[in-house]
Protein backbone atom coordinates (compact mmCIF):
# COMPACT_ATOMS: atom_id res chain seq x y z
CA UNK A 1 0.00 0.00 0.00
CA UNK A 2 1.23 3.16 -0.75
CA UNK A 3 0.48 6.22 1.52
CA UNK A 4 3.84 8.59 1.49
CA UNK A 5 4.13 12.00 -0.22
CA UNK A 6 6.89 11.21 -2.35
CA UNK A 7 7.36 8.54 -4.26
CA UNK A 8 4.53 6.65 -6.22
CA UNK A 9 1.81 7.17 -4.45
CA UNK A 10 2.33 10.83 -3.29
CA UNK A 11 2.09 11.12 -7.65
CA UNK A 12 -0.43 9.68 -7.87
CA UNK A 13 -2.36 11.52 -5.45
CA UNK A 14 -1.61 14.63 -6.58
CA UNK A 15 -2.34 13.63 -10.47
CA UNK A 16 -5.63 12.16 -9.11
CA UNK A 17 -6.35 15.40 -7.57
CA UNK A 18 -5.59 17.32 -9.87
CA UNK A 19 -6.89 15.67 -12.86
CA UNK A 20 -9.94 14.67 -11.40
CA UNK A 21 -11.72 16.82 -9.22
CA UNK A 22 -13.87 15.62 -6.27
CA UNK A 23 -12.40 11.75 -6.61
CA UNK A 24 -10.90 11.06 -3.21
CA UNK A 25 -8.31 8.47 -3.05
CA UNK A 26 -8.57 5.97 -0.04
CA UNK A 27 -5.77 3.36 -1.06
CA UNK A 28 -3.03 3.07 -3.53
CA UNK A 29 -1.69 -0.72 -4.18
CA UNK A 30 0.96 -1.84 -6.55
CA UNK A 31 -0.46 -4.35 -9.31
CA UNK A 32 2.00 -5.52 -11.62
CA UNK A 33 5.10 -4.20 -13.93
CA UNK A 34 5.98 -5.04 -17.29
CA UNK A 35 7.99 -4.56 -19.84
CA UNK A 36 6.64 -1.75 -20.89
CA UNK A 37 4.91 0.02 -17.92
CA UNK A 38 4.26 -0.17 -14.01
CA UNK A 39 0.19 -0.67 -12.70
CA UNK A 40 -0.83 0.43 -9.50
CA UNK A 41 -4.70 0.40 -8.34
CA UNK A 42 -6.82 3.09 -6.49
CA UNK A 43 -9.60 2.70 -4.48
CA UNK A 44 -9.80 -0.94 -6.20
CA UNK A 45 -11.61 0.58 -8.88
CA UNK A 46 -8.92 2.72 -10.72
CA UNK A 47 -6.00 1.73 -12.53
CA UNK A 48 -3.15 4.24 -12.95
CA UNK A 49 -0.25 2.99 -15.38
CA UNK A 50 2.96 4.82 -15.63
CA UNK A 51 5.24 4.21 -18.86
CA UNK A 52 9.05 3.21 -18.36
CA UNK A 53 9.95 4.62 -21.37
CA UNK A 54 13.01 6.83 -20.40
CA UNK A 55 13.16 9.77 -22.47
CA UNK A 56 10.48 11.89 -21.48
CA UNK A 57 9.58 13.31 -24.70
CA UNK A 58 8.78 9.62 -25.98
CA UNK A 59 7.29 8.95 -23.05
CA UNK A 60 5.12 11.64 -23.38
CA UNK A 61 4.00 11.00 -26.90
CA UNK A 62 3.46 7.32 -26.28
CA UNK A 63 1.16 8.04 -23.45
CA UNK A 64 -1.61 10.48 -25.44
CA UNK A 65 -1.04 8.25 -28.84
CA UNK A 66 -2.46 5.40 -26.93
CA UNK A 67 -5.00 7.48 -25.27
CA UNK A 68 -6.24 8.59 -28.66
CA UNK A 69 -5.92 4.68 -29.83
CA UNK A 70 -7.74 3.35 -27.08
CA UNK A 71 -10.68 5.76 -28.28
CA UNK A 72 -10.44 4.72 -32.09
CA UNK A 73 -10.12 0.94 -30.48
CA UNK A 74 -13.09 1.12 -28.87
CA UNK A 75 -14.97 1.69 -32.31
CA UNK A 76 -13.54 -1.67 -33.62
CA UNK A 77 -13.30 -4.52 -30.34
CA UNK A 78 -15.94 -7.08 -29.94
CA UNK A 79 -14.36 -7.27 -26.68
CA UNK A 80 -14.33 -4.10 -24.00
CA UNK A 81 -11.18 -2.30 -24.14
CA UNK A 82 -9.69 0.69 -21.27
CA UNK A 83 -11.52 3.65 -21.51
CA UNK A 84 -9.29 6.78 -20.31
CA UNK A 85 -10.67 8.84 -17.66
CA UNK A 86 -7.14 10.74 -16.46
CA UNK A 87 -3.96 11.17 -19.53
CA UNK A 88 -1.02 13.37 -17.97
CA UNK A 89 1.33 12.85 -20.65
CA UNK A 90 4.24 14.73 -19.35
CA UNK A 91 4.13 12.24 -16.78
CA UNK A 92 3.73 9.15 -18.58
CA UNK A 93 0.72 8.52 -16.63
CA UNK A 94 -2.85 6.99 -18.22
CA UNK A 95 -5.39 5.82 -16.02
CA UNK A 96 -9.00 4.23 -16.84
CA UNK A 97 -11.77 2.68 -14.84
CA UNK A 98 -10.75 -0.84 -14.14
CA UNK A 99 -12.47 -3.71 -16.40
CA UNK A 100 -14.31 -6.35 -14.73
CA UNK A 101 -12.50 -10.16 -14.58
CA UNK A 102 -9.43 -11.33 -13.99
CA UNK A 103 -6.32 -12.01 -16.02
CA UNK A 104 -6.15 -15.49 -17.34
CA UNK A 105 -2.64 -16.40 -15.70
CA UNK A 106 -4.55 -15.67 -12.42
CA UNK A 107 -7.30 -18.28 -13.13
CA UNK A 108 -6.91 -22.31 -12.07
CA UNK A 109 -4.25 -23.52 -14.47
CA UNK A 110 -6.29 -26.95 -15.20
CA UNK A 111 -9.06 -25.01 -16.15
CA UNK A 112 -7.68 -22.72 -18.35
CA UNK A 113 -6.09 -25.46 -20.68
CA UNK A 114 -9.55 -27.47 -20.71
CA UNK A 115 -11.36 -24.06 -22.10
CA UNK A 116 -7.95 -22.94 -24.17
CA UNK A 117 -10.07 -23.87 -27.53
CA UNK A 118 -13.00 -21.79 -26.43
CA UNK A 119 -11.14 -19.35 -25.15
CA UNK A 120 -8.71 -19.18 -28.25
CA UNK A 121 -11.73 -18.74 -30.45
CA UNK A 122 -13.47 -15.72 -29.31
CA UNK A 123 -9.85 -14.20 -29.14
CA UNK A 124 -9.86 -15.37 -32.52
CA UNK A 125 -13.08 -12.72 -33.34
CA UNK A 126 -11.16 -10.03 -32.07
CA UNK A 127 -8.09 -10.55 -34.36
CA UNK A 128 -10.35 -10.97 -36.99
CA UNK A 129 -12.58 -7.57 -36.31
CA UNK A 130 -8.89 -5.84 -35.81
CA UNK A 131 -7.29 -7.45 -38.95
CA UNK A 132 -9.95 -6.25 -41.15
CA UNK A 133 -9.55 -2.62 -40.33
CA UNK A 134 -7.92 -0.58 -43.26
CA UNK A 135 -4.79 0.37 -42.09
CA UNK A 136 -5.03 3.59 -43.39
CA UNK A 137 -7.98 4.47 -40.84
CA UNK A 138 -4.93 3.92 -37.75
CA UNK A 139 -2.48 6.58 -39.65
CA UNK A 140 -0.98 8.60 -37.34
CA UNK A 141 -1.58 6.38 -34.21
CA UNK A 142 0.30 2.97 -34.34
CA UNK A 143 3.24 2.32 -36.38
CA UNK A 144 4.75 -0.13 -38.20
CA UNK A 145 6.54 -3.54 -37.02
CA UNK A 146 7.43 -5.43 -39.35
CA UNK A 147 11.24 -7.18 -38.69
CA UNK A 148 12.33 -9.58 -41.01
CA UNK A 149 11.87 -13.39 -39.57
CA UNK A 150 15.61 -13.77 -39.39
CA UNK A 151 15.47 -10.88 -37.41
CA UNK A 152 13.48 -12.93 -34.93
CA UNK A 153 15.43 -16.33 -35.17
CA UNK A 154 18.87 -13.84 -34.88
CA UNK A 155 17.46 -12.41 -31.68
CA UNK A 156 15.82 -15.70 -30.29
CA UNK A 157 19.14 -17.60 -30.76
CA UNK A 158 20.69 -14.96 -28.58
CA UNK A 159 17.94 -15.29 -26.11
CA UNK A 160 18.63 -19.23 -25.93
CA UNK A 161 22.24 -18.82 -25.97
CA UNK A 162 21.83 -17.26 -22.21
CA UNK A 163 19.04 -19.51 -20.73
CA UNK A 164 20.15 -22.84 -22.24
CA UNK A 165 20.65 -23.74 -18.56
CA UNK A 166 17.34 -23.16 -17.50
CA UNK A 167 16.10 -25.63 -20.54
CA UNK A 168 14.93 -29.01 -20.00
CA UNK A 169 17.72 -31.36 -21.81
CA UNK A 170 14.80 -32.97 -23.67
CA UNK A 171 14.06 -29.92 -25.68
CA UNK A 172 17.45 -28.71 -26.36
CA UNK A 173 17.75 -30.98 -29.58
CA UNK A 174 14.41 -29.70 -31.17
CA UNK A 175 15.14 -25.85 -30.28
CA UNK A 176 19.00 -26.07 -31.65
CA UNK A 177 17.18 -27.59 -34.87
CA UNK A 178 14.51 -24.72 -35.06
CA UNK A 179 17.28 -21.82 -34.46
CA UNK A 180 19.18 -23.87 -37.46
CA UNK A 181 16.58 -23.83 -39.81
CA UNK A 182 15.32 -21.08 -42.18
CA UNK A 183 12.55 -18.48 -41.25
CA UNK A 184 9.39 -19.19 -43.06
CA UNK A 185 8.63 -16.64 -45.84
CA UNK A 186 7.10 -13.34 -44.83
CA UNK A 187 3.65 -12.30 -44.38
CA UNK A 188 2.20 -11.14 -47.82
CA UNK A 189 0.26 -7.83 -46.14
CA UNK A 190 0.43 -6.40 -42.56
CA UNK A 191 -2.86 -5.40 -40.61
CA UNK A 192 -3.83 -3.83 -37.48
CA UNK A 193 -2.97 -5.89 -34.65
CA UNK A 194 -2.85 -6.09 -30.80
CA UNK A 195 1.12 -7.06 -31.05
CA UNK A 196 1.29 -8.02 -27.86
CA UNK A 197 -1.71 -10.25 -27.02
CA UNK A 198 -0.26 -12.49 -24.26
CA UNK A 199 -2.82 -13.84 -21.84
CA UNK A 200 -1.55 -11.61 -19.06
CA UNK A 201 -3.45 -8.55 -21.31
CA UNK A 202 -6.61 -10.74 -21.76
CA UNK A 203 -9.45 -10.72 -18.66
CA UNK A 204 -11.91 -13.78 -17.98
CA UNK A 205 -15.27 -13.62 -15.24
CA UNK A 206 -13.77 -16.51 -13.02
CA UNK A 207 -16.89 -17.91 -12.80
CA UNK A 208 -18.46 -18.28 -16.36
CA UNK A 209 -14.70 -17.65 -18.14
CA UNK A 210 -16.75 -14.68 -20.76
CA UNK A 211 -14.10 -12.94 -21.89
CA UNK A 212 -14.26 -8.83 -19.78
CA UNK A 213 -11.64 -7.17 -21.46
CA UNK A 214 -8.63 -6.76 -23.35
CA UNK A 215 -5.68 -4.48 -21.51
CA UNK A 216 -2.60 -2.92 -22.71
CA UNK A 217 -2.59 -1.63 -26.15
CA UNK A 218 0.59 0.23 -26.31
CA UNK A 219 2.46 -2.36 -28.20
CA UNK A 220 -0.43 -2.18 -31.18
CA UNK A 221 0.75 -1.64 -34.61
CA UNK A 222 0.66 -2.20 -38.16
CA UNK A 223 2.38 -5.85 -38.34
CA UNK A 224 2.40 -9.54 -39.43
CA UNK A 225 -1.36 -11.12 -38.54
CA UNK A 226 0.21 -14.40 -37.80
CA UNK A 227 2.12 -13.00 -34.38
CA UNK A 228 -0.80 -12.36 -31.96
CA UNK A 229 -2.12 -16.09 -32.92
CA UNK A 230 1.39 -17.12 -32.45
CA UNK A 231 1.38 -15.64 -29.21
CA UNK A 232 -2.04 -17.40 -28.36
CA UNK A 233 -0.76 -20.48 -29.43
CA UNK A 234 2.49 -19.74 -27.04
CA UNK A 235 0.07 -19.40 -23.84
CA UNK A 236 -2.65 -21.43 -24.61
CA UNK A 237 -1.27 -24.75 -26.65
CA UNK A 238 -2.24 -26.57 -29.85
CA UNK A 239 -6.01 -26.31 -28.85
CA UNK A 240 -5.65 -22.57 -29.15
CA UNK A 241 -3.90 -22.67 -32.73
CA UNK A 242 -6.68 -24.60 -34.27
CA UNK A 243 -9.71 -22.69 -33.11
CA UNK A 244 -7.84 -19.40 -34.50
CA UNK A 245 -7.06 -20.64 -37.84
CA UNK A 246 -9.79 -22.84 -37.96
CA UNK A 247 -12.12 -19.48 -37.66
CA UNK A 248 -9.84 -17.01 -39.74
CA UNK A 249 -10.87 -15.65 -42.73
CA UNK A 250 -8.20 -16.87 -44.89
CA UNK A 251 -8.06 -19.57 -47.70
CA UNK A 252 -6.16 -23.02 -47.50
CA UNK A 253 -2.95 -22.00 -48.45
CA UNK A 254 -3.54 -18.25 -46.82
CA UNK A 255 -4.35 -20.37 -43.82
CA UNK A 256 -1.22 -23.03 -43.55
CA UNK A 257 1.44 -20.03 -44.18
CA UNK A 258 -0.33 -18.08 -41.55
CA UNK A 259 -0.18 -21.13 -39.20
CA UNK A 260 3.71 -21.95 -40.28
CA UNK A 261 4.64 -18.16 -38.84
CA UNK A 262 2.30 -18.34 -35.86
CA UNK A 263 3.92 -21.33 -34.57
CA UNK A 264 7.25 -19.36 -35.78
CA UNK A 265 6.58 -16.31 -33.72
CA UNK A 266 5.48 -18.70 -30.56
CA UNK A 267 8.78 -20.06 -30.39
CA UNK A 268 10.62 -17.23 -30.74
CA UNK A 269 8.60 -15.10 -28.39
CA UNK A 270 8.41 -17.85 -25.57
CA UNK A 271 12.25 -17.99 -25.79
CA UNK A 272 12.69 -14.27 -25.27
CA UNK A 273 9.99 -14.53 -22.61
CA UNK A 274 12.01 -17.35 -20.52
CA UNK A 275 15.17 -15.03 -21.21
CA UNK A 276 13.04 -11.74 -19.64
CA UNK A 277 11.85 -13.66 -17.02
CA UNK A 278 15.10 -15.03 -15.85
CA UNK A 279 16.83 -11.86 -16.30
CA UNK A 280 14.71 -9.71 -14.36
CA UNK A 281 13.54 -12.39 -11.74
CA UNK A 282 10.07 -12.43 -12.84
CA UNK A 283 9.44 -15.91 -12.74
CA UNK A 284 5.62 -16.17 -13.69
CA UNK A 285 7.36 -15.01 -17.40
CA UNK A 286 10.13 -17.46 -16.68
CA UNK A 287 7.89 -20.30 -15.60
CA UNK A 288 4.95 -19.74 -18.61
CA UNK A 289 7.70 -20.25 -21.23
CA UNK A 290 9.33 -23.36 -19.51
CA UNK A 291 5.97 -25.00 -19.41
CA UNK A 292 5.08 -23.59 -23.20
CA UNK A 293 8.29 -25.61 -24.37
CA UNK A 294 6.79 -28.91 -23.85
CA UNK A 295 4.30 -28.13 -27.23
CA UNK A 296 6.67 -25.58 -29.14
CA UNK A 297 9.27 -27.94 -29.02
CA UNK A 298 8.45 -31.66 -28.30
CA UNK A 299 11.51 -33.98 -28.07
Same mark, same amino acid.
Given at each position: ??????? @? !????????????????????? *?????????????????????? =?????? /? /? $?????????????? %?????? @?????????????????? =?????????????????????? $??????????????????????????????? !?????????? *????????? %? /?????????????????? %?????????????????????????????????????????????????????? $??????????????????? %??????????????? !??????????? /????????????
Amino acid at each position: MERGASG @P !GGQIRRLVTARLPGYQVRSIA *RLAEGQENVAYEVNGELIVRFS =KEPDPA /R /R $AARVDREARLLAAV %ASISPL @PVPEPELVAAEAGCLAYR =KLPGLPLPDLPPQQLASRAAQV $AAVLGTLLAALHAVPVERLAGLVGTDDQPLA !GWRDDAGRDY *RDTASAVPA %A /RRGAIGTFLAAPPPPGPG %ALVFSHNDLGIEHVLADPRTWALTGILDWGDAAITDPAYDIGLLYRDLGPAALG $AVIGGYPAGPADAAALRER %AVFYARCSALEDLAY !GLRTGQRTYAD /RSLAALGWLFPA
